[in-house]
């Protein structure tokens, strides 16, 4: 891979210098010159020449043919015989994406004795179920799984494949992006398809959150995705639908697989469910200690709510990663989002930015937590929260009072 100038072509006009990232770029006699130690191959002059005198050599390779791949393609994550939630997700935003691009939306079931699902899938929009089904998947293993996803992919060429980014999506999405010789956009937050070529684009958050970056996968199939879990809406289940499963033939020796999987062990850690909470209370640094979480518990009882943290206090050790909300934590969408001493820093609100009612009490009024809120408390949480605590008690009362005016 190189850039060429076109020297018949160059007018000298600088141009590809000025847009040249990396100053790699000089005018010698009234041509361009480039010095091959700083270029790193990005492009920005090609596109910035006038009179296309540069030249990207790998645009000269032919390009692949791309007519033959059709259909959206869920993988259909299962962990003993139970689909993932992140997978009711995936079909949800799948429906859509088909329905977009007018192909239709697929499942794909690996395991062992699973193919009872292919139903569940249907109901949840999937048109196709393909299944692949042997004793040896019955655990996931990347080797195993890769070998028969990536056949399904040569054979059945989806035009689009979307993972959970889970830790098994997670693991195996580049796996197979690489044997199919694909391009892959880990931990998307949005998906979208461009009106007017019909190609997906991919957003997710890069630079420690600090911006957006929506990529495309122009030359290559199936454009494949993972998608964070909790961040897309789920599909709605429908008893009648109707669709077709298909037996996917594959090969898989008994070597292709090199993990061994002995035993699966589930940690006694205290399981919470984050993304089906319909009120939180979550707290941060402003709590001062690691017993004030078991204020907020309180509240979160008292709502139906549970508890949810910043990833400050995860840190720091005061309660445990499975209740961090954001970037790096879980993505929520509650009806009601409770910030309790919580700064409102950007990786925090990509978590729960979504959520329907947000709430904050904060000490400084210059949080940004405040930027996001519907309903702003300046004050200190363990003065608020008792007195809101309080009135939660004597609602019955309040609302007497005020019917009886
Ligand atoms: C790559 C990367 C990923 C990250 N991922 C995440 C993530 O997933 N989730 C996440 O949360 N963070 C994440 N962070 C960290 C994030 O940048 C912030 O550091 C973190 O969110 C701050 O937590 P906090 O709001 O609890 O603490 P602070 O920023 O210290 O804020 C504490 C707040 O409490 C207020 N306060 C203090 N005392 C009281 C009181 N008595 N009453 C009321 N208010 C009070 C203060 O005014 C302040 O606003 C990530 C950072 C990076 C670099």
């Known amino acids: 891979m190189a850039i060429n100038i076109l020297k018949d072509k160059c007018k000298g006009c600088n141009l590809c210098a000025k847009a040249c990232p990396f100053g790699a770029i000089t005018i010698q006699n009234k041509i361009a010159v480039i010095d091959v130690n700083k270029c790193t191959l990005c492009g920005a002059c090609v596109s910035a020449c006038p009179f296309e005198a540069i030249e990207k050599e790998e645009d000269k390779k032919p390009k692949k043919d791309l007519s033959g791949y059709k259909g959206v393609w869920v993988f259909a994550e299962q962990r003993n015989g139970k689909i993932m939630p992140v997978v009711i997700e995936l079909l949800g935003e799948g429906r859509k994406l088909a329905n977009e691009v007018d192909t239709d939306l697929c499942a794909v079931l690996v395991g062992n004795d699973v193919s009872k699902l292919a139903d569940e899938l ?31 992919i040569n054979k059945y060429k989806p035009e689009i494949v979307l993972m959970g980014a889970t830790h098994i999506g997670r693991d195996l999405a580049p796996r197979v992006a690489a044997r199919v010789d694909t391009g892959l956009t880990a931990d998307c937050t949005k998906l979208e398809i461009d009106p ?7 957003t997710r958050p890069a630079f420690g959150g600090n911006i957006m970056a929506t990529i495309i996968c122009p030359n290559h199939r199936p454009q494949m995705s993972t998608v964070r879990p909790g961040v897309m809406e789920k599909a709605k289940f429908d008893n009648n639908r109707k669709g077709e499963i298909i037996e996917v033939e594959f090969e898989l020796r008994d070597e292709d697989i090199r993990t061994k999987v002995i035993e699966v ?42 508890i949810a943290s910043s990833r400050a206090c995860v840190d720091i050790g005061w309660i445990d990663h499975a209740y961090q909300v954001g970037q790096t934590g879980t993505t929520v969408k509650p009806k009601i989002y ?6 409102g820093a950007i ?32 004050g200190d949480l363990y003065t608020v929260i008792p007195q809101f605590m309080e009135s939660l008690d004597n609602a019955d009362s309040l609302l007497e009072a005020v019917k009886a005016k």
């Open 122 to 152: 249907i109901g949840y929009g999937a048109d196709k179920v393909y299944s692949i089904q042997d004793e040896r998947l019955e655990k996931f293993t990347t080797d195993g799984y890769t070998t028969v996803i990536t056949q399904a």
């Open 196 to 202: 007017d070529d019909k190609k997906i684009r991919q």
């Open 265 to 306: 062990v589930k940690s006694d850690k205290e399981m919470v469910s984050l993304t089906d909470a319909e009120i939180i209370v979550s707290g941060g640094m402003g709590l001062g200690n690691a017993d004030g979480f078991k204020l907020l518990k309180q509240l979160a009882d008292k709502l139906g709510g549970i």
């Open 338 to 343: 409770i910030a309790c001493g919580i700064s």
């Open 347 to 378: 990786q925090h609100v990509a978590g729960m930015s979504d959520s329907d009612i947000i709430i904050a009490i904060n000490k400084n009024e210059n949080a940004p937590i405040f930027e996001i809120a519907d309903y702003g408390i300046v």
